[in-house]
Structures are given as C-alpha cells and as structure tokens.
C-alpha cells in the first residue's frame, strides 16, 4: 500500500517511491512517496491559511474530531497494529498496546483541553496598579511542524498531532521515514473525520532536505521533534525565533538497594532493558547493584532475561523481535564485543540472527567504558556494583542524558533522596525507568532535551497567552 502526501486535506502523489521493507521478512510493507523542498513549502503555505480557519473554530469541534477519530482508531485497531509490526517490527501484542495508548492519548488530549483556560488577574495588588478587569486567555500558537520517530510510529505521533489539533493548530506532520504507513493511515482518520477541520493536517515525507526546510521556514511557531541529540542540536541552532520542543536521548539507569526486593528487580528490569528492543530513549541501560546483594541480583537479572521469547514479530507470545536494520545490529554487535576487550564479561552471550538480537546481559562493567556512556539504543543492559546509593548516584548523574532514573529499595528515606538526588526528567521508585504514563509530564534534562510531552504539557507548549486588560 502506498502512503500518500496530503497537502492540507487533499492527498497528492507523485511519480517517485521510496520502498520500506520489513526488518523481519525483508519483504516491501510499504512505499511513500518521496517529497523535496517544495513540497515541503507548499505545505507550510496551506496549512498557514489553516491556522487562521482552525483558531475560529469551536473547542467542541475539535475535541469531537480527536474523539472520533479515537473511536474509528478502535474499529481499525488489529489492521493498525498489524502496519506497525509489518513496517518496524514490533511485536504485534505490543503494537496492540500501542494502538490503545494512541487511543488515550487522543481521548486525553480533548478531556484536558476541556479544561484548560484562562484566569483573572488582580491588578490593583500592587501599588503600582489599578482596579481594572484583567485577565488572560491560551490561544493557539498557528502552524506546528512535527517530526516523528520509528520506535513508537503511532503514538508518538499522536503525542504531536493531538494536543496541536485540539489546541486550535494547523500541522505539518513529516513522520520517520521507516513507518509511512502507519503515519498516513493515522492522518487519514483525521482529514477523513465529519469533525475534521480543512486543510489543518498536511504530511509530507523525506529526510534531511523535508526536515531542513519545515524547521527554517518562518510559518511555524512550533517545532515539535523527537529522535537524536544529532538533529535536535541541528533542530535547536538553525530553527531561530520559535518554540522548540525536543525531545532526545537517554540513557536511563537504576539503582538496586540491599533492601530493594530482587525478585521484582530483576523482573521489571529484564522488561525494561529488553522491550522493544531496546529501542526505546528509555530503555533500562545501566544497572548500578549494591554490592552486598550484586551476585545475587545478577543471576537473578540473566535467568529472567532468558525467559524472554525472541523471535516472529507476528507471534502473540513474541516479547522481542527484530532491530530496526542491519546498522542497528552491527552497532549493538560492536557495543558488546569493544566491552568484553575492555573486560566486561556477557552473562547472556551476544547472539544475533538477521536482524534480532537476543537479550545481552554484560556484568562487571567499568564507568569509562563506552558502552555506559552512550545511549546503545539496542537490547544490552550493563550491571555495575557499587558500595552505597552515594556512589550510584553521582554514576548515574555523570551522563549528558537525564530523561529518566530509577531506584528499587524499600527504604523510605533513601526513596526521599533518590527522588530529589537523581537529575533527570522523571524519577521512578520501585520500577524500572521505562515506566511511562501518557497522561505525566515526560521529557528530560541535559541533552534529553527540553520542553515536555503528555497532553496537558504539549498544549502548553503549542500554544500562546494572550494578556487582556479592561480599564
């Protein structure tokens, strides 16, 4: 099946394609097609025009179109989650589950817009001041450019186009290169919708010279992207006077107390590290163990990572399946083999085959080896013993990426600590650093990025207050 370019709610095609195969079968899934600069600028220019449609609409409107589209998400909901397996190789109970957090993603984006408003404003407070009628209003930002990575194709989407749309924005979607499909089914729910606003959702497709464009145009207010510290640094110095929303990196890490209940640990951290892949900004990479309980913990953390099933993405018991690509897995394969020279030793042994790579346990890894010090973006978790939280702590913290930490203990005041110790965007207790819920504030500190995602957030950060005084 082809995706299609829309120019606002007109889809448009042309005479070249750019196929995707699936990392699992290698077979063609799907083919888009390929976009330039111009296409990119026309659909700025549309959705411009949009912006000025879409700020005069009723927030009943738009809440009624996120919904909609919501609720004919749940009638496609095995066709969608099946796009998503077949264009990046997701296990297909985990892209069911995806499609059901786009799905509270949309419903929560128009619950929340419901009640987001304005306040009034005591003027005469201050000396200063006058007794007038004062107060401030949100209104919509105008055109938001958002640009989508592979790992979670559709909610990550959603997490842009729904708190832009209901906000009263017009869209320019330019989604990863590796789930057209995907994108382009989710974008057709929209402009196809009895609700839909016209021309306030356009899709275009391509890399460098799309991406390029979009950011340096002077249409958007709103850059809203998510993917590498590489881009977003791109995004960050070319895009000028706008508001950037990015959200990068991570290299997420955890710290098991003696008192933490290791059985549970070594559970939620087996989940963590492996979901997906790996290929999460999230994904549990560090494990820094106490030492009094480090032996323990690690026999623990290898048998449940073995328990895992790896193999078909299309099977319903498959907790892993593919990598995204051949590089994904030469560079995970190159991560494992420069930390066993360095003396890292595997409690589970690098094993690929295509493009899976089974579950990589490396134990007695040191700080200054790369394979800590970098996102791997892949299905290797690293365990460090240390002799006190003090020490984990300033490990953890001594990384450029701060998006999300954890810590399992059953103390309560090392947990007070954790939560104000660690410096990250969100702190976990008792769970593994994956943990996320759509309707939290999520996104982190360093270069994890800045501003911040969950429905409530985003429309903040997609939209404009407006100060009014009555004198």
């Not at 690509?325 to 560079?331: L, M, S, T, W, Y």
């Not at 690293?382 to 954890?406: H, R, T, W």
Request: proline share 4%; net charge negative.
């Amino acid at each position: 099946m082809v995706a299609k370019i829309y120019f606002g709610s007109q889809e448009a095609a042309k005479t070249e394609y750019q196929e995707r195969v699936s990392p699992y079968s290698g077979e063609v899934v799907s083919r888009s097609h390929v976009c330039d600069a111009e296409d990119a600028k026309k659909a700025l220019n549309i959705a411009k025009e949009a912006a000025k449609e879409a700020k005069k609409t009723t927030l009943s409107q738009r809440c009624n179109w996120l919904l909609d589209v919501a609720q004919k998400l749940r009638e496609s909901k095995e066709e969608m989650a099946k796009t998503i397996t077949d264009e990046v190789g997701k296990p297909i109970t985990f892209s069911r589950i995806e499609v059901e957090r786009c799905i509270e993603t949309l419903t929560l984006s128009a619950e929340t817009m419901r009640t987001m408003h304005g306040e009034t404003i005591n003027t005469d407070a201050m000396n200063s001041g006058k007794k007038t009628i004062s107060y401030f209003v949100r209104e919509p930002a105008g055109v938001v450019v958002a640009i989508t990575p592979f790992n979670f194709p559709l909610n990550l989407v959603a997490h842009k186009l729904a708190p832009a749309l209901v906000a009263g924005n017009a869209v320019v979607l330019k989604p990863t290169p590796e789930a057209p499909l995907t994108a382009y089914k989710f974008a057709k729910l929209f402009i196809q919708s009895k609700y839909a606003i016209k021309d306030a959702l356009s899709v275009v497709y391509g890399d460098a010279e799309v991406g390029n464009t979009l950011v340096t145009s002077d249409i958007p207010r709103v850059i809203s992207f998510t993917g590498s510290v590489t881009v977003g640094n791109i995004i960050a110095r070319s895009a000028g006077i706008k508001k950037i929303s990015l959200e990068l990196g991570g290299n997420a890490a955890t710290y098991i107390d003696e008192s933490a209940d290791l059985d549970l640990a070594s559970q939620r951290c087996a989940l963590g590290a492996f979901v997906n892949s790996g290929q999460v900004c999230i994904s549990l990479q560090r494990i820094y163990v106490n030492a009094k309980v480090y032996d323990e913990f690690a026999a623990k953390m290898a048998q449940e990572s073995k328990k895992l099933i790896v193999g078909s993405p299309y099977n319903d018991d498959t907790f892993m399946g593919p990598l995204i690509n051949d590089e994904a897995c030469i560079r995970a394969m190159n991560w494992v083999e420069s930390a066993i020279k360095e003396g890292a030793v595997p409690m589970l042994a690098p094993q690929k085959d295509g493009k899976i790579f089974y579950p990589c346990v490396m134990a007695d890894v040191r700080d200054d080896m790369a394979i800590v010090c970098e996102e791997v973006f892949a299905p290797i978790v690293s365990l460090i013993k240390v002799d006190s939280f003090d020490e984990a702590a300033s490990k953890i913290n001594n990384s450029p990426y701060g998006l999300q930490f954890s810590i399992f203990t059953n103390d309560l005041a090392l947990t007070k600590r954790a939560i104000y110790e660690l410096d990250a965007g969100g702190v976990v207790i008792n769970d593994m650093p994956t943990l996320r819920f759509d309707i939290q504030p999520y996104g982190g500190v360093k270069l994890s990025g800045v501003g911040r995602e969950g429905p409530r957030f985003a429309i903040e950060e997609m939209s404009e207050i407006k100060s009014v005084v009555i004198c």
